[in-house]
């Protein structure tokens, strides 16, 4: 019977590749006893100080971007429908007092150590002043 065979085969190839993973594991055990063993590992214990510096550098500049991209946006001409939907929504966002999420702009303003009002006022002021001495 072929395939009585085949299947004994099958179970019989399961055999050693159990007991070879079950030789791993124990080899395992014994580099690393139960009480040293890792759980968990938290970025804390991960990360050095200077690659959670960077790290934190790295938001701070990707923060930077979306607020110097917004203040762009918001100060540019606006010429087809798809810049005036950018627009009214980066003016939305610059207007929010929305603190909810992370890259709200308050949050970004709060982590860049910016006062909010001052940059609404300066944006306003820019968006309004004449562009290449042609008035607005």
């Not at 759980?39 to 990707?62: C, K, V, Y």
């Amino acid at each position: 019977m072929p395939g009585n065979g085949a299947a004994r085969r099958g179970t019989r190839a399961a055999t050693p590749s159990t007991a070879m993973t079950n030789d791993i594991q124990r080899h395992f055990d014994d580099v690393l006893p139960p009480p040293l063993e890792p759980r968990a590992l938290m970025p804390a214990q991960f990360f050095t100080h200077r690659e959670r510096r960077n790290a934190q550098d790295s938001i701070r500049r990707l923060m930077y971007a979306i607020l110097e991209d917004a203040v762009s946006v918001y100060t540019s001409e606006v010429r087809s429908a798809r810049q005036s939907r950018t627009f009214q929504q980066t003016r939305r966002w610059i207007d929010s007092n929305d603190r909810t999420w992370v890259f709200s702009f308050l949050r970004i303003c709060e982590a860049l150590d910016l006062d909010p009002e001052y940059i609404r006022r300066g944006v306003r002021m820019r968006a309004a002043a004449p562009k290449n001495g042609r008035a607005h």
